[in-house]
Nanobody, 130 residues
Framework: QVQLVESGGGSVQAGGSLRLSCAAS?????????MAWFRQVPGKEREGVAS????????VYADSVKGRFTISRDNAANTLYLQMNALKPEDTAMYYC??????????????????????WGQGTQVTVSS
């Protein structure tokens, strides 16, 4: 079972940038087909932020982060990234990395659904102040 470890969170002022990383304990090639970032604030559901199809590189973004966040991966390093620019206070949350062993997730909407993912990291906190 893969271990996912997030890093890169922190505190930043509105308009600033952060880059999150998610290091996988072993190669995901041929084992996991989708990787994603989710976020959660206390008392709310965990929401999908961005997903990436590992083989082809296709991405899906939540409307709230389109144009500001970019998901990418380094297959050789087994590392997933989330570049976050133009951060807003409403981006404040715990951010989680996730991996899916499903070969095909049928719709873009499902790629941002928690139930599509099998493995999760422990999270890294992002706090954006106004």
């Amino acid at each position: 079972q893969v271990q996912l470890v997030e890093s890169g969170g922190g505190s930043v002022q509105a308009g600033g940038s952060l880059r999150l990383s998610c290091a996988a304990s072993d190669s995901w090639v041929g084992r996991y087909y989708y990787m994603a970032w989710f976020r959660q604030v206390p008392g709310k559901e965990r929401e999908g932020v961005a997903s990436l199809y590992i083989r082809g590189g296709a991405t899906v973004y939540a409307d709230s982060v389109k144009g500001r966040f970019t998901i990418s991966r380094d297959n050789a390093a087994n590392t997933l990234y989330l570049q976050m620019n133009a951060l807003k206070p409403e981006d404040t949350a715990m951010y989680y990395c996730a991996a899916s062993a499903h070969r095909s997730i049928l719709t873009p909407t499902l790629e941002l659904e928690r139930e599509s993912y099998n493995f999760w990291g422990q999270g890294t906190q992002v706090t954006v102040s106004s």
